[in-house]
């Protein structure tokens, strides 16, 4: 089996296709791969279709920017800093994409079932919920469940009557993306893959898909990850690309390392509650900007050291909050 790939950040993203499904790790303000959403802008990415546990900033970015054409997940925003995405909203309000509505369970179930290998996962979670209800089939009324997608099955759930105990229970379908692009504390040389803090549906994400890039603050020698085995999640074979990126989670957190960037995510928020409004935003923070390391420069030393974790607590000890 070939070893993964040590690619520049560019290069990683170019191997991704217009109307590519995509999945991502980390969770709402957490351990996002925030480098990775701009380069898919800055690279003009257009029809993604992002299947995803939960939504956050980073997904919110992508819609902003025209680079989606179907989004399935459970929830979209900013946490304290946001309470939903915005542009996310004013997209479907508008109907300039194609959206479906999951419990949250249940999107985790579609990414599980892929990683299983299996064609779908039985529940009885949200029974009952108007989640199930076919008026809120959305991509089934937009008439996507004919078969000419690979990703959109032909039904979103069903209802199956299970023999063992006469119960009525729900089939979940799997989920195989394309690309899922998760950022971390470390990877080996050959791929090893090191979460510290928690692990959220990354392990499912990762399994589920196709193909995986890993964005990572430092790649390390692979002997290193071995002398502490049980720390590591993933073994290499799961890996297509490496990239290494210190603060390429910015501005999400990543445990142990740096804080969210409150201001930074507000201020997006706030900004880009019109059209015209994201494109100023983008225009500064995206296009304006070359590259990861301009982008950092952009920042600024004292703004980051600012976010920069104590290594001891995990968290920064100098960084206001409340």
């Excluded at 479907?92 to 369970?105: G, R, S």
């Excluded at 090191?194 to 890993?214: P, Q, T």
């Amino acid at each position: 089996m070939a070893r993964p790939k040590i690619v520049s950040l560019a290069e990683a993203i170019g191997q991704i296709n217009d109307g590519d499904m995509l999945t991502f790790g980390g969770f709402t303000v957490w351990r996002r791969p925030m480098a990775a959403i701009y380069e898919l802008i800055r690279q003009k990415k257009r029809n993604l279709h992002l299947m995803e546990v939960n939504g956050g900033t980073h997904d919110d970015m992508l819609v902003g920017a025209g680079c989606v054409g179907v989004w399935e997940s459970s929830w979209c925003g900013h946490e304290l800093y946001g309470k939903f995405g915005g542009n996310l909203a004013r997209k479907i309000e508008n109907k300039e994409i194609f959206y479906e509505d999951w419990a949250h369970i249940h999107a985790l179930y579609r990414l599980a079932a892929g990683a299983k290998g299996v064609p779908f996962l039985p529940t009885y979670s949200a029974m009952g919920s108007d989640i199930l209800n076919p008026e809120n089939d959305n991509l089934g009324k937009a008439g996507l469940r004919d078969g000419s997608n690979r990703h959109i099955g032909k039904h979103k759930v069903i209802t199956y009557n299970e023999p063992f105990n006469n119960s009525e229970i729900l089939l979940i379908p799997a989920a195989h993306p394309d690309w899922c692009i998760t950022h971390v504390q470390m990877v080996g040389q050959e791929g090893t893959v090191r979460v510290d803090g928690l692990r959220f549906s990354d392990e499912e994400a990762i399994k589920a898909s196709k193909h995986n890039i890993i964005i990572a603050e430092q790649v390390v020698p692979e002997e290193y990850l071995r002398r502490e085995p049980t720390r590591n999640m993933l073994p290499g074979y799961f890996v297509d690309y490496i990239v290494e990126l210190p603060w390429g989670a910015h501005p999400t957190g990543l445990y142990g390392a740096y804080e969210p960037d409150g201001p930074f995510i507000s201020n997006f928020f706030k900004s880009t509650r019109t059209q015209e409004g994201f494109d100023q935003w983008a225009e500064e923070w995206v296009f304006g900007i070359k590259d990861h390391q301009e982008y950092l420069s952009k920042l600024g030393i004292t703004r980051l050291e600012a976010l920069r974790a104590n290594p001891a607590l995990g968290y920064s000890s100098t960084l206001k909050r409340g």
